[in-house]
């Protein structure tokens, strides 16, 4: 029988997950039960430890919470001496990735997938990540490297270690909002990287770093900074619609930040940061970003729904405009995407270590069969 090829894997499932639930239709989002609307209430520590251990945490156990993650703050000296070996120019996922796997050398027990060694290691990385991130950062600027601030928490702290000041309440929401949403999304590209890397037994950083790989693409964590750069491209409102149509005139061509391959009415998380970038706009000198995203959403609605497609708005989209009205660097957008995914990332290892099955389909052979073999000196 000829086999039926799922292009893309598209529809297809290869695992149960309690995680996190998603109802592209209805443009819904759960994580272990909660609309992705009520969390934005918490924190993202909250939430790393609703999606690691099934409940939210009572002030109680935050607090142990947050008590575990300290000792995991610094990073290694020889990890801080690889950033520095990097040559300017280097792309920070480029950096993260190998700074993921090298993390794995100063663990004295990568290997052991039990559920409290891949706890500790996820303990490590979710702090190593806004770490390494803020540290590259401030050394490509010829700044010192700070020292953490955990009290300050992790969405604070990160834009402590990147800016040197504690950043105002309305910031640190701004980015812990970004954070929070950006944490889990089930079988996404990476997160199916990062289960299909540890369904081999491979450790925890190796499956990580894989993600961090195919995060990087424009397809997926990519699109937020591609998103920027088509924006500033463009440069002003007035031309944004020819953007639009010049860009939908091309084969294949696509729009940076519209589309997904499970929502068909808008992703519930731009809605909420469509809403966040719409309150940073009140006050900040790049709200043009935000003007243009909101005249790029209204021209693609009407072209799309002239082609009879339901392409909106995606996580990507909006967050690019919010991210500029922090004074983030573009190049940040999706490195800060792998900050919060990291979580998400660790929860879907913990399930896949617990019951393991090797990932591995099929692809169908179409190429030439019995081609006779002739000596290489032979052929001409
Ligand atoms: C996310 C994405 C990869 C989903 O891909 P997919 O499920 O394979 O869907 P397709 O790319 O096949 O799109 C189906 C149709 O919708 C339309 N479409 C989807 N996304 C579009 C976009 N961003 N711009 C213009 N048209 C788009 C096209 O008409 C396409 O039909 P076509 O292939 O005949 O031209 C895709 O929408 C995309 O490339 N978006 C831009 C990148 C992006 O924002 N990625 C972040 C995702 S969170």
Same mark, same amino acid.
């Given at each position: 029988?000829?086999?039926?090829?799922?292009?893309?894997?598209?529809?297809?499932?290869?695992?149960?997950?309690?995680?996190?639930?998603?109802?592209?239709?209805?443009? $819904?989002?759960?994580? /272990?039960?909660?609309?992705? /609307?009520?969390?934005?209430?918490?924190?993202? @520590?909250? =939430?790393?430890?609703?999606?690691?251990?099934?409940?939210?945490?009572?002030?109680?156990?935050?607090?142990?919470?947050?008590?575990?993650?300290?000792?995991?703050?610094?990073?290694?000296?020889?990890?801080?001496?690889?950033?520095?070996?990097?040559?300017?120019? @280097?792309?920070?996922?480029?950096?993260?990735?190998?700074?993921?796997?090298?993390?794995?050398?100063?663990?004295?027990?990568?290997?052991?997938?039990?559920?409290?060694?891949?706890?500790?290691?996820?303990? +490590?990385?979710?702090?190593?990540?806004? #770490?390494?991130?803020?540290?590259?950062?401030?050394?490509?600027?010829?700044?010192?490297?700070?020292?953490?601030?955990?009290?300050?928490?992790?969405?604070? %702290?990160?834009?402590?270690?990147? %800016?040197?000041?504690?950043?105002?309440?309305?910031?640190? /929401?701004?980015? #812990? @909002?970004?954070?929070?949403?950006?944490?889990?999304?089930? +079988?996404?590209?990476?997160?199916?990287?990062?289960? +299909? +890397?540890?369904?081999?037994?491979?450790?925890?950083?190796?499956?990580?770093?894989?993600?961090?790989?195919?995060?990087?693409?424009?397809?997926?964590?990519?699109? %937020?900074?591609?998103?920027?750069?088509?924006?500033?491209?463009?440069? @002003?409102?007035?031309?944004?619609?020819?953007?639009?149509? &010049?860009?939908?005139?091309?084969?294949?061509?696509?729009?940076?930040?519209?589309?997904?391959? !499970?929502?068909?009415?808008?992703?519930?998380?731009?809605?909420?940061?469509? &809403?966040?970038? *719409? $309150?940073?706009?009140?006050?900040?000198?790049?709200?043009?970003?935000?003007?243009?995203?909101?005249?790029? $959403? /209204?021209?693609? $609605?009407?072209?799309?729904?002239?082609?009879?497609?339901? !392409?909106?708005? %995606?996580?990507?989209?909006?967050?690019?405009?919010?991210?500029?009205?922090?004074?983030?660097? =573009?190049?940040?957008?999706?490195?800060?995407? *792998?900050?919060?995914? =990291?979580?998400?990332?660790?929860?879907?290892?913990?399930?896949?270590?617990?019951?393991?099955?090797?990932?591995?389909?099929? !692809?169908?052979?179409?190429?030439?069969?019995?081609?006779?073999?002739?000596?290489?000196?032979?052929?001409?």
């Amino acid at each position: 029988m000829e086999p039926t090829i799922h292009y893309g894997l598209a529809g297809v499932y290869f695992a149960e997950t309690e995680i996190c639930g998603i109802n592209g239709d209805r443009g $819904e989002l759960f994580y /272990r039960g909660y609309d992705i /609307r009520d969390l934005t209430e918490a924190t993202y @520590t909250e =939430v790393v430890y609703l999606l690691w251990h099934g409940e939210l945490p009572t002030q109680r156990q935050l607090d142990d919470f947050r008590a575990e993650l300290v000792p995991h703050y610094p990073i290694p000296d020889k990890v801080l001496e690889l950033l520095l070996c990097l040559p300017p120019g @280097t792309d920070p996922m480029h950096m993260l990735q190998a700074a993921a796997a090298m993390l794995a050398a100063f663990d004295d027990n990568p290997d052991e997938i039990d559920p409290d060694n891949l706890r500790r290691i996820g303990l +490590s990385l979710v702090v190593q990540f806004p #770490n390494l991130v803020a540290t590259f950062e401030r050394l490509r600027r010829g700044e010192q490297p700070l020292e953490p601030k955990s009290e300050l928490g992790l969405a604070g %702290n990160f834009l402590y270690m990147l %800016n040197g000041e504690v950043p105002t309440p309305a910031a640190e /929401r701004v980015l #812990n @909002t970004a954070l929070l949403l950006h944490a889990e999304h089930g +079988s996404n590209a990476s997160t199916f990287v990062a289960r +299909s +890397s540890a369904s081999t037994l491979t450790d925890a950083y190796s499956a990580i770093a894989a993600a961090v790989g195919s995060l990087k693409g424009p397809l997926h964590g990519g699109a %937020n900074e591609a998103v920027m750069r088509a924006l500033e491209s463009i440069g @002003t409102i007035d031309k944004v619609e020819q953007y639009v149509l &010049d860009t939908l005139a091309k084969p294949k061509g696509r729009v940076m930040g519209f589309g997904h391959r !499970v929502y068909k009415v808008l992703d519930p998380r731009g809605a909420i940061l469509r &809403d966040v970038a *719409a $309150e940073l706009a009140e006050s900040s000198s790049e709200a043009e970003y935000f003007h243009m995203s909101l005249e790029m $959403e /209204r021209v693609m $609605e009407r072209e799309m729904t002239a082609r009879g497609r339901q !392409v909106k708005p %995606n996580l990507d989209f909006f967050s690019a405009s919010v991210y500029r009205m922090l004074g983030i660097p =573009v190049d940040l957008y999706t490195p800060i995407f *792998a900050v919060a995914r =990291v979580s998400g990332w660790m929860a879907h290892l913990f399930e896949q270590y617990a019951d393991n099955h090797l990932v591995r389909p099929l !692809v169908k052979y179409q190429g030439e069969r019995g081609r006779p073999f002739v000596p290489i000196a032979k052929r001409g």
